[in-house]
């Protein structure tokens, strides 16, 4: 009898037993393509880099502004062109060895190596020289405006005051590598290099790598050596990568998560009713839109782009594929970033549409090729993009296949522009209507789109030169202006955070930019 009864107890879910061993089970949508901080381009291999590394600054979650990280405290010149960073000399990498100025001095000149080929080099070029010396105008290291003053001290000298610098330094772009084990796998600008393996990667994060399992699970566990290891109450963290969104919900229901990255739109109604204090819906700096080659005909016309931008109700794209919980978007910038009113772009007009493909040479789509949209596998974009199918097709007599793929191959097909159109997401780096604009620069990292307008980058240029805080603004919505009218991209839906929670998961704050420091979160029974 006794061997019966224990053989038919039920078994603890991985999430009741992390309550009791503060393990923090976590969705994480897609498999990582790196845990190089200074490769990374997709927000959920962010979310793990976050653990890892840690910058200058960290980002606070309810704001997104800079708050100390390895540097307790920094100061600026009265000019607005020097800032110094002032280390705390209790800042350790996992080994055990100091965190240094050199190590950030290193990573600095690693990242904006040509050869590593970052394509987010550019969130470091606001430092004096650091553009030149990314395009390889400039050879020497020494030019750039970075000066180790000793090892608890780094001064940043700036080519043009930037005050939103300090956000900046919290970003992944920005967070110091161990040069050591770097060098030990590699070349420094190797970006095949193994250094990331559990093993190998020495971070200065909260967390180490323990395990990596590609397409199972990433598990993270509490660094001793972190200098806020005390107050660190997670010991372990798994991260499991999940494309579907309806096969996380299921995984959550089953005790297996504490927390989704997302949830589908169709299950929003029934959590409101059954479970409303486990589903979240968090305000995010974000917007996903159809991004055009406009290297390829016939979207190097800009009449075709607009005409496709203006055949698109967005206003029931919303309803109807994401339950109203990501707002139509009409702009690049979404509402509410740093005082900022968007410019509108193109509104939704069929009848203009069919004007502008006819003023194109393409009268009722006759003599356009059909074209291919990629998107990414999950359970929602497939479902906009084919809203969008069938509206083009109806309208504009335009044909389109749908290319659903996986998160590495979705990305790295518009980096290269072999796309022809594409779903693309965007999330703010730090909330400033520039982390959306820059992106759109001619020759940019994170240009997907092949066009470029110097008239949009000259009044970028003249909003970074420019002090005062309205007429700035006000220059960016004058480029915000170009783009949109010339449909560089068509602006879709503002996203918003739509997730489940479990109410063990504390201090798990509404985040803007997306980013959650575990060391603050707990697991309570």
């Known amino acids: ?55 200058l600054t960290c980002y606070d979650e ?17 000019d607005g062109l020097v800032y110094t960073f002032h ?33 987010y080099a550019y969130m470091l070029w606001p430092i004096k020289n650091a553009e030149a010396f990314n395009a390889g105008k400039t050879k020497s290291f020494a030019d750039v405006g970075v000066t180790v003053v000793d090892d608890q001290t780094l001064r940043v000298t700036l080519g043009q005051p930037t005050p939103y610098l300090p956000m900046l330094a919290a970003h992944s772009t920005w967070m110091p590598v161990h040069r050591a084990s770097v060098e030990k796998a590699g070349r420094m600008d190797d970006r095949s290099s193994p250094w990331t393996k559990p093993g190998s990667l020495i971070g200065n994060g909260a967390f180490v790598l323990a395990e990596w399992q590609p397409n199972a699970r990433i598990v993270l566990t509490k660094n001793p050596r972190y200098w806020g290891a005390a107050q660190n109450q997670l010991e372990r963290i798994v991260f499991y990568p999940t494309e579907k969104a309806d096969v996380e919900e299921l995984n959550f229901r089953a005790g297996q998560l504490h927390v989704t990255i997302n949830l589908p739109p169709s299950k929003i109604p029934s959590y409101r009713q059954q479970s409303p204090e486990r589903l979240r819906i968090d305000p995010l700096l974000s917007i996903y839109y159809v991004n055009f080659n406009s290297t390829k005909p016939p979207l190097n016309n800009a009449k075709v782009r607009q ?8 206003a029931a794209i919303s309803q109807r594929v994401y339950n109203g919980a990501f707002p139509p978007a009409q702009s690049c910038v979404p509402p509410g970033v740093a005082g900022y009113v968007p410019a509108p772009g193109l509104s939704f007009d069929f009848a203009a549409a069919r004007a502008l493909l006819a003023e194109a040479g ?8 059909p074209m291919a949209m990629q998107v990414l596998n999950d359970n929602v974009m497939p479902k906009a993009a084919e809203a969008i199918q069938a509206m083009w097709q109806r309208e504009l007599g335009v044909h389109l296949t749908i290319e659903p793929l996986e998160q590495k191959t979705w990305i790295q097909n518009q980096q290269t522009l072999t796309h022809t159109v594409a779903i693309m997401g965007w999330v703010a780096d730090y909330p400033d209507p520039t982390t959306f604009l820059d992106i759109f620069r001619a020759g940019g990292g994170q240009n997907f789109t092949g066009w470029a307008s110097q008239a949009y980058d000259t009044l970028l240029d003249q909003s970074a030169v420019t002090a005062d805080p309205s007429a700035r603004l006000a220059l ?14 068509a602006p879709l839906v503002f996203s918003a955070r739509t997730y489940l929670i479990h109410p063990a998961v504390k201090n798990w704050e509404p985040s803007p930019l997306g980013i959650h420091r575990y060391q603050l979160v707990r697991l309570e029974p």
Not at 62 to 78: H, L, Q, Y
Not at 94 to 115: C, K, M, W
Request: glycine letters at 10%; one cysteine or more.
């Open 1 to 55: 009898m006794g061997l019966a009864a224990s053989g038919c107890a039920k078994r603890e879910t991985p999430v009741a037993e992390g309550i009791r061993t503060h393990t923090l089970h976590l969705g994480n949508q897609n498999e990582p393509a790196t845990l190089d901080p200074h490769l990374i381009s997709a927000a959920t291999d962010m979310n793990i880099a976050v653990a890892l590394y840690e910058g």
């Open 62 to 78: 309810k704001t997104g502004n800079p708050v100390p990280g390895v540097a307790e405290r920094w100061d600026v010149s009265a």
């Open 87 to 119: 280390l705390r000399n209790n800042a350790r990498w996992s080994n055990g060895d100091p965190v240094t100025a050199g190590d950030f001095a290193y990573s600095i000149q690693r990242i904006l190596t040509p050869e590593l080929g970052s394509t």
């Open 307 to 314: 005409a496709l931008a203006r055949g698109m109700d967005r």
């Open 362 to 369: 393409f009268p009722g789509g006759q003599g356009l090729p």
């Open 476 to 489: 960016l919505q004058k480029a915000e202006k170009v783009l949109l009218d010339d449909a560089a991209i």
